[in-house]
C-alpha cells in the first residue's frame, strides 16, 4: 500500500456521461498530481494542486477539471465523455513543491475509466 | 520528438542481467528517476539518480548516467521472474503554464520480459 489512495478501482460508462474519480494523498503529502495512461500516449502529466491552489497544467482537455479541497483529497471530473477517454487514471503526491532535492511521487493504484 | 524515449519491449533469459535505456532531453533536467510498474498497481519509485553522478548502485540495481549524450540506464543484474514489469523512465517536469511544473515526464515504458 502506497498511502495515496483512489477511488474507484473501476469505472464503466456510456459515451456523453459525466464521471468523479477521487485520490487521497498520503498523509502529509501536499501536492496532488493527476496523469493519464493509455497504450498510445503512454503516462500523461494533467494536472498538479498544491495546498488547494492549482500549481501547473499540462496536456489536460477542456472537458476535464479538478480541484484539490481543504482537506488535500482531490477529486478529477471528467464530462462529455468520449471512447477515447478510456484510460488508467492516477493519482500521485509528494511532500512539497520541487526544491533542491529530488521530488519522489508516490502513486495510487489507479483508476480504470472504460467509455463504451 | 518525444521528451524521453524508451524501447517499447527487452526480453531477457532468467538469471542474466538486464539493461534498459532511455534518452532524455531537458539537460536542466536535475534528477532523473526510475519507475516500476506491475500488472494491476500503480507506479513504484525504484530509484532516482542526481544529474552530477555517473553512477549509483543499489543492491541488484545499477543506474548509469551520461549527461553529455542525455542517455540514461538501468541494470538489473541477476534478473529473476519477480522483475517483469514496466520500466518508466522519468526526468523533471517542464515549465508548464501556472507557474511551473514539480511533476516529472515519463517515457512510454519499457516492457521487461522473462524467459524462463
Known amino acids: 500500500d502506497s498511502g495515496v489512495t483512489q477511488t474507484p478501482k473501476h469505472l464503466i460508462t456510456a459515451t456523453g456521461q459525466r464521471v468523479t474519480l477521487r485520490c487521497s494523498p498520503r498523509?502529509?503529502?501536499?501536492?496532488v498530481y493527476w496523469y493519464q495512461q493509455s497504450l498510445d500516449q503512454g503516462l500523461q502529466f494533467l494536472i498538479q494542486y498544491y495546498n488547494g491552489e492549482e500549481r501547473a497544467k499540462g496536456n489536460i482537455l477542456e472537458r476535464f477539471s479538478a480541484q484539490q479541497f481543504p482537506d488535500l483529497h482531490s477529486e478529477l471530473n471528467l464530462s462529455s465523455l468520449e471512447l477515447g477517454d478510456s484510460a488508467l487514471y492516477f493519482c500521485a503526491s509528494s511532500v512539497a513543491v520541487r526544491t533542491s532535492g529530488a521530488n519522489v511521487l508516490t502513486f495510487g493504484a489507479g483508476s480504470r475509466l472504460t467509455v463504451l | 520528438g518525444e521528451d524521453v524515449e524508451q524501447s517499447l519491449f527487452l526480453s531477457v533469459r532468467e538469471g542474466d542481467s538486464s539493461v534498459i535505456n532511455c534518452t532524455y532531453t531537458?539537460?536542466?533536467?536535475?534528477?532523473l528517476y526510475w519507475y516500476k510498474q506491475e500488472p494491476g498497481a500503480g507506479l513504484q519509485l525504484l530509484t532516482y539518480?542526481?544529474?552530477?553522478?555517473d553512477m549509483k548502485q543499489d543492491q541488484r540495481l545499477t543506474v548509469l548516467l551520461n549527461k553529455k549524450d542525455k542517455h540514461l540506464s538501468l541494470r538489473i543484474a541477476d534478473t529473476q521472474t519477480g522483475d517483469s514489469a514496466i520500466y518508466f523512465c522519468?526526468?523533471?517536469?517542464?515549465?508548464?503554464?501556472?507557474?511551473?511544473?514539480?511533476?516529472?515526464?515519463f517515457g512510454k515504458g519499457t516492457h521487461l520480459i522473462i524467459q524462463p
Open positions: 522519468a526526468e523533471t517536469g517542464k515549465g508548464y503554464s501556472g507557474g511551473g511544473a514539480d511533476g516529472l515526464t
Open positions: 498523509s502529509g503529502d501536499l501536492s
Open positions: 539518480i542526481f544529474s552530477n553522478m
Open positions: 531537458d539537460s536542466s533536467s536535475t534528477y
